[in-house]
């Protein structure tokens, strides 16, 4: 579904990834870990296709197709979908407004008519439901005001919504309580098909215990240096990245 | 949001030009260029009016001689040339249709164009229009269901006709004559404008609606409109304009009066989007425009405005709270893009005991546009318990533009109460970007954006309104960024 070969980006002309290949099939979850500033979210925004970020080289295809040259947007009505680490906040637009707007304008885009009323509020209904959300909170203005774990769970909310191909969430995990974890990793759960694909970028194993991942990669000074199954989470998680780091860094 | 909004919005969005910029060609009865005392009663001659009112302008045009044009405001254009304008056009038969088929097709094409087309309006329950097109109201629909409660409802033409007491009472009690430079000016040569009457205790069942327009090259447009609100009444008054594009900057110089006595409101509410000039700042309409009201005891007037068009614009829509009790409120829009200049904001003026007035102003400024609120809350030594809470805020897109904020404050009465609170922000990278990774483009997410920081005064206005007022929005911020 997703594969990238040698992808290389700077920033203000700083390099931070330096070369980066992986290659995601349909149903299967990827995990990304590794130390702060290590270019796990600089990775996420490049692939959603975020301008601020020059990809210098390499390619990165979706089901056969070099997307690199799209704007955010067309790569969204492809299906790719980022849950932000940073969700912004937009005042005076309402998240079923936001909605509305996201689903029709990507509907537009891939020739369909837009969403009736009555199926809108249905699907608002069941994908609220899913992730255990007040209606209220729906009627608010986007992430104004909104906690750090309400703003991730909104994320996911959006997730269910647009119903991606391709997901990537950058620690959504940070910030939300226990039972909003297991909220929101039981929604991710239940998003999953063959037919999708999940990107987890992650510091803890603890989410990775409801999301299990089918592999596990550690991102290090912008290119992946380890890759395995889900047993990695757990070694990283006992024994820290200073042994990867001295493994990479000697 | 009904179909029609998403519809014409997604139309709309296509558009990139001023989509209004067209010229209908009726033939009409323009009198030479020039402006002089004989003009003045040229205009009141054709108008058929009675001696007091010619008087009148005439006393006004002595006002307006020894004045000069005010230069304070935060705007910069080229003064115009009064004496090159032609104060008088009217659309040469004045017909009165029986239906739509004894229409001049043309005018009938424009309102089609304008999605305002009388079948379509007719239709539109209540609403009621009055179709002020270049100076002379051309048709009037609604007008009995109106008149079965006494309200009256048609161009102040007919009502210098029909209602002479009226207008004679209250003309010039709220805006006088020689109130300031381009008031004086209207006073003198007003063509047309729009007259309500709303009598004691009656509540108007419809929206009243009227539609200008700018159609005459050359002519610069003078409104005047009057409306009274009878004791206990109450009123929602929609003023809406487009204007054709023109090469030359067009004047237009409009006064508004209300009057809401005991216990009364009215509620005024306009979308303003005349031609602002193209991408190099070049035509555009010049907006000098003097709105206030009045208010007696326990009474309110609330002004709501989406100002998106003209070159220049210099608007203060503004209560006197007179009687005890009297509310005054101002919600405003103000969207600048490419070359345009706005210098808006109100006037709160507390006379009355326990007055209470709320102004919220949203300026949103783009390309290299220039967006100024200016706004005066004064109480007076007698206005006890005065209550004033204002917000501004400013929303700017890209580093080109402008927005500049001027709050006066004249406190006499140590008893009163004022706020103030002012904001400025950027539409962010980040926040499109987010947009963007939704599947919005960008175009759409400043739509968005802008939606949402005008989202109180939006709020305001009534139903139809608000879904046009949110097109307007939308089209006078294309192509503002990358
Ligand atoms: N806009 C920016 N301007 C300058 N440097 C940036 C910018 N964005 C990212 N960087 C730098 O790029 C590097 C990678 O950042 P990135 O956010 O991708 O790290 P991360 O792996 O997601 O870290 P964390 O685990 O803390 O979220 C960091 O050194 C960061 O300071
Ligand atoms: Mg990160």
Known sequence: ?250 | MSKYTEEELKKELETKEYEYGFYTDIESDTIPVGLNEDVIKLISQKKNEPQWMTDWRLEAYKAFKDMVEPEWANVHYKKPDLQAISYYSAPNKKPKYESLDEVDPELLETFNKLGISLDEQKKLAGVAVDIVMDSVSVATTFKETLAEKGIIFCSISEAIQEHPELVKKYIGTVVPQKDNYYAALNSAVFSDGSFCYIPKGVRCPMELSTYFRINQAGTGQFERTLVIADEGSYVSYLEGCTAPSRDENQLHAAVVELIALDDAEIKYSTVQNWFPGDKEGKGGVFNFVTKRGLCEKNAKISWTQVETGSAVTWKYPSCVLKGDNSIGEFYSIAVTNNFQQADTGTKMVHLGKNTKSTIISKGISAGKSQNSYRGLVHVSPRAANARNFSQCDSLLMGNECGAHTFPYIENKNSSSRIEHEATTSKIGEDQIFYCNQRGIDTEKAIALIVNGFSKEVLNKLPMEFAVEAQKLLEISLEGSVG
């Open chain 1, 1 to 250: 579904m997703l594969k990238i070969k040698n992808l290389k980006a700077s920033i203000e002309d700083k390099e931070i990834l330096k070369g980066i290949n992986l290659e995601i099939k349909p149903g299967e979850v990827h995990a990304i870990m590794g130390p702060n500033g290590s270019g796990k979210s600089t990775f996420a925004n490049v692939i959603a296709g975020r301008e601020e970020y020059e990809m210098t080289d390499g390619s990165i295809e979706l089901d056969g197709e070099e997307i690199s040259e799209l704007d955010p947007e067309e790569r969204a009505h492809r299906g790719v979908f980022l849950s932000f680490q940073y969700p912004v906040e937009i005042p005076g637009v309402s998240v079923t407004n936001f909605m509305k707007t996201a689903i029709n304008e990507t509907r537009k885009a891939q020739g369909k008519d837009e969403m009736p009323a009555k199926d809108m509020l249905k699907l608002i209904r069941e994908k609220s439901e899913l992730l255990e959300i007040d209606r209220k909170f729906l009627s608010r203005s986007l992430n104004e005001g909104f906690s750090g774990g309400e703003k991730k769970r909104n994320e996911i909310f959006q997730m269910a919504m647009l119903e991606p191909k391709l997901s990537i969430l950058d620690e959504t995990d940070s910030g939300l309580d226990i039972d909003a974890l297991r909220i929101v990793a039981n929604g991710v759960n239940k998003l999953k098909s063959k037919d999708n694909a999940t990107v987890v970028i992650t510091h803890y194993q603890r989410l990775l215990d409801y999301i299990v991942p089918d592999y596990v990669h550690v991102l290090y000074k912008g290119r992946i240096v380890k890759s395995g199954g889900k047993e990695l989470a757990h070694e990283l998680e006992e024994r820290g990245y200073d042994w990867i780091k001295e493994e990479v860094d000697a």
